[in-house]
């Protein structure tokens, strides 16, 4: 069977499990560690652990077991595992879908090879938030722009068999750049992926005041929200559905969300080996748990403290929020994925990725 035709029997599997409201998604932090320190993310400052490579299988195969299609590696930054081959054949081997998120400044040689080799990738992010080098510094807590730069040429060169897109946590810092992101995107023949910056308690979710957004900044980024929205629904390169624009914007201006996904679609998988029903919520079983069906009547108990969550302190997740539109409307999110994936094949001839050391639209 062709590798794209089985991801495509394998993708249709995890819509139909979301439009029954199953679980079907889940995030794993294959390790802590990272080489930037963003202050938007508390991960790089939380005790670093790198589960071994069987216990990290086990879990792959008890969430298979429990109905997960698709695997968010994350971390921490994934390619510091000296074994992430190993880690991707893994995934392979039990028939998993996965996605891997990268900083792009430390990829190595054989993590790549082994990206290029993979049968189950959806697809590969690479984390740009700024196309400026002191306003990346800000952002990602190093000044490591250019060996992020270089990574994408290094990923593009690759010839990866899934997409490749470009994660873009929008904020007050950053908002202005969100067309240079799309058209960085559009003329690379990438995706970008537009989420906006949490902030409170938790360990993705900024703390104090460096993101901390006036009333007009926040109307200001909902409005991009909205702009995204429009152009997504026109076919542009945007990873999210439009809907998920749309209840990003509500989210900055403070109006109502939808239902959350956190614990009933997707969970979230530490590097300490606990479990939670998202990135934000405190763990309330074990891997193990996840091999003995335990951890299902966890999550399940767990869903009151995500209403409340919701209600008092809500977020916008991609995992999350995007996950629960897309399973109240599957059909309509797989038309518009359709238009974009037709119009992306329609650019490709002048979408061709740019020579290395090509100028780029960006400043000193």
């Not at 889940?26 to 802590?32: C, M």
């Not at 109307?219 to 998920?244: H, S, V, Y």
Request: hydrophobic share 45%.
């Amino acid at each position: 069977m062709a590798p794209p035709f089985a991801r495509g029997l394998r993708a249709a599997s995890l819509l139909w499990r979301l439009r029954r409201g199953r679980l079907a998604v889940a995030s794993v932090n294959v390790l802590n560690r990272c080489n930037q320190a963003c202050p938007m993310c508390a991960v790089h400052a939380t005790p670093d652990r790198e589960p071994p490579l069987d216990e990290l299988t086990r879990a792959f195969r008890a969430l298979r077991d429990r109905g997960v299609r698709a695997v968010e590696i994350s971390g921490g930054e994934p390619f510091l595992r000296q074994d992430l081959p190993a880690l991707v054949a893994a995934l392979d081997r039990l028939g998993l879908l996965f996605t891997v998120t990268t900083n792009g400044a430390v990829l190595t040689g054989p993590g790549l090879d082994a990206l290029v080799r993979a049968r189950g990738l959806l697809q590969v992010a690479l984390s740009l938030d700024s196309l400026d080098r002191e306003r990346y510094r800000l952002l990602r807590g190093s000044d490591q722009l250019d060996r992020a730069l270089a990574g994408l040429e290094r990923l593009q060169a690759a010839r990866l068999p899934a997409p490749l897109k470009l994660n873009f946590a929008m904020s007050r810092h950053n908002h202005e750049e969100t067309p240079a992101l799309l058209a960085l995107a559009r003329e690379r023949g990438l995706f970008l992926s537009a989420f906006p910056v949490n902030q409170g308690p938790g360990a993705h979710r900024s703390h104090g005041q460096v993101f901390a957004a006036s009333t007009g900044e926040r109307q200001a980024m909902a409005a991009r929200f909205e702009e995204l929205a429009r152009l997504r629904r026109g076919g542009a390169p945007l990873w999210e559905p439009a809907a998920f624009y749309r209840a990003a914007a509500r989210f900055l201006r403070g109006e109502p969300l939808g239902p959350c996904g956190a614990g009933a679609l997707y969970l979230d998988l530490r590097a300490d080996g606990s479990v939670a029903p998202c990135v934000e919520l405190p763990p309330v079983a074990t891997a193990a748990d996840l091999a003995s069906g335990r951890a299902e009547a966890a999550m399940a108990a767990a869903r009151a403290r995500v209403e409340r969550c919701r209600a008092e302190t809500p977020c916008c997740y991609t995992c999350t929020v995007n996950l629960a539109e897309i399973s109240r409307h599957p059909l309509a999110f797989a038309l518009e994925q359709a238009r974009v994936l037709l119009a992306r094949r329609l650019r490709r001839p002048a979408a061709e990725p740019a020579a290395p050391g090509a100028p780029r639209e960006r400043k000193a």
